[in-house]
């Protein structure tokens, strides 16, 4: 249990996991009463990842459900391990044999092993799933339900025993009520409208993409191999590109990949720097070709005043800036050193 959202914040930040203070209060809420924390907001913002870090640096036990359409009762609760039971019954076979030895018909023999306990729907016998992982847990736990916009409504009917009563019910045995109150997160990609049910019991918070600062911390504190320029020249790339109406714009983990491509073509690669960067940042073709010829527009409507400085594109303005030069220039053949025009020049002939 944390005091404060700061000793949260900090538990969080020796998982690398770098925390809005606003989110922070919510998640400290969350674990203080023990209620669900259900996280929606946009692919790739960090949603699954603050139930992993959540978990580790509490020292819980991880318990997932990933959901996907179809997901029922046997794959999220529990099920009766057949197998198991059959062979269990045939162990008991010549048990059974002398129990209904004495009866005079099918009937009898029937009513008679109905009414004898052979052990086969205990615990026992259940494959458990995560949803009773959870619950029977006796270490505390966190209980990811990842991307529950994927399964249908029916399923949220099922949840809502788990997330409101901290139990479940196998019709067979009883209801077990959790040993202790696991930490629930749901996260959801908003592709459907969850139920006011499910949202009631929940405390509720929007993840959207970090600022500039805050991902340049997280693509830093996720790739430390990466040099500090070359993070925040693909974090500012990054934040123009999610200003485009993009089919998919940018996610963190993109960006974290694309800061670790620029390391590895830091040398040597010059011009053709940008379009592996775009190659790993975008998924679309069109997103790509968006991309390119709005950056070039941008490049071509400003970059008189850039090179006029002649302080070159490092230290020019945010508009009109190349969002690749403050990483490279200096690297790859041409450089800081010679001068803004050069480095324009040279931006300008990347690829398009
Ligand atoms: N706040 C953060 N601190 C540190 N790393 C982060 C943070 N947010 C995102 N990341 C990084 O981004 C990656 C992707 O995050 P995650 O898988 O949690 O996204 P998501 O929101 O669950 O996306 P999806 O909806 O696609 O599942 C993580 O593996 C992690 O490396
Ligand atoms: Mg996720």
Known sequence: MYESAEKLTEALSGENYVID??????????????????????????????????????????????????????????????????MHVQMLRDRIGELLSDTASMAEASARLQATDTGLYTEDFLSVRPLLDSVLSDE?????????????????????????????????????????????????????????????????????????????????RRAPEVAADVVEGVVELARRLREMPLRKSPSISEVIDAARAAAVLDRGA?????????????????????????????????????????????NSSTRGKSPTSSAFAGRGGGGASTGGRAAADRYRRGVR
């Not at 998924?283 to 390119?292: C, H, I, L, N, Q």
């Open 140 to 220: 505390p736990v966190v209980l990811l339900v990842d991307e529950v916009d994927r399964t249908e409504e029916s399923m949220e009917a099922l949840l809502l025993e788990v997330l409101a009563e901290g139990q479940v019910t196998v019709p067979e045995i009883g209801t077990f009520t959790a040993r202790s109150t696991p930490w629930v997160v749901l996260t959801s990609n908003d592709t459907r409208e969850l139920s006011p049910a499910l949202k009631r019991r929940c405390l509720h918070y929007h993840v959207d993409f970090p600022d500039t600062a805050r991902e340049t911390e997280i693509v830093s």
């Open 270 to 314: 010059g011009d053709e720097v940008r379009r592996f960067l775009l190659a790993a940042l975008l998924k679309y073709g069109s997103d790509m070709d968006m991309a390119v010829r709005r950056l070039d527009g941008d490049e071509a409507g400003e970059s008189e005043v850039d090179v006029a400085t002649d302080e070159g594109w490092v």
């Open 21 to 86: 203070p606003d989110f922070a209060v919510v998640v400290f809420l969350a674990t203080r009463l023990e209620r669900p924390l259900l996280l929606e907001g946009p692919a790739g913002v960090g949603k699954t990842e603050l139930a992993k870090a959540l978990a580790a640096a509490s020292g819980r036990r991880l318990v997932r459900l990933q959901c996907y359409e179809g997901l029922d009762d046997s794959r999220a609760l529990y099920e009766w391990d057949y197998g198991k039971q059959l």
